[in-house]
């Protein structure tokens, strides 16, 4: 996991976890779900109906590129979206979560 390097005086929030996928996932108190996507290094939320990667472009919720299923809520937006502890993210596929 890659994640920018702390400035002094800087401190990371309180350590959580996620479900990204079915695989836990460490992720910190203060940070978006694309915040973690893109520290896995993965480019890719969503793929469109016919089959074409998406992922975060505008960072600010504006394109709505990077959606994902939060908590069986489909067309999230990552980038728009703060982590908690123990929420289900599931990449999505078309309109609706992926296949497993």
């Known amino acids: ?3 920018l390097p702390l400035g ?3 401190e990371r929030g309180r350590r959580l976890t996620i479900d990204l996928d079915g ?5 910190f108190e203060g940070e978006t779900v694309a915040a973690i996507l893109l520290a896995l290094g993965e480019a890719a ?11 975060v472009f505008c960072g600010m919720g504006v394109c709505f590129d990077c959606l994902v299923v939060v908590d069986g809520v489909p067309n999230t937006r990552a ?3 703060w982590v908690r502890n123990g929420m289900d993210v599931r990449r999505q596929a078309g309109l609706g979560p992926r296949a497993a």
């Open 1 to 3: 996991m890659t994640r």
């Open 8 to 10: 002094r005086g800087l």
């Open 23 to 27: 695989a836990e996932v460490e992720a």
């Open 45 to 55: 939320t969503r793929r469109t109906v016919s089959g074409q990667a998406r992922g």
């Open 79 to 81: 980038c728009m979206t």
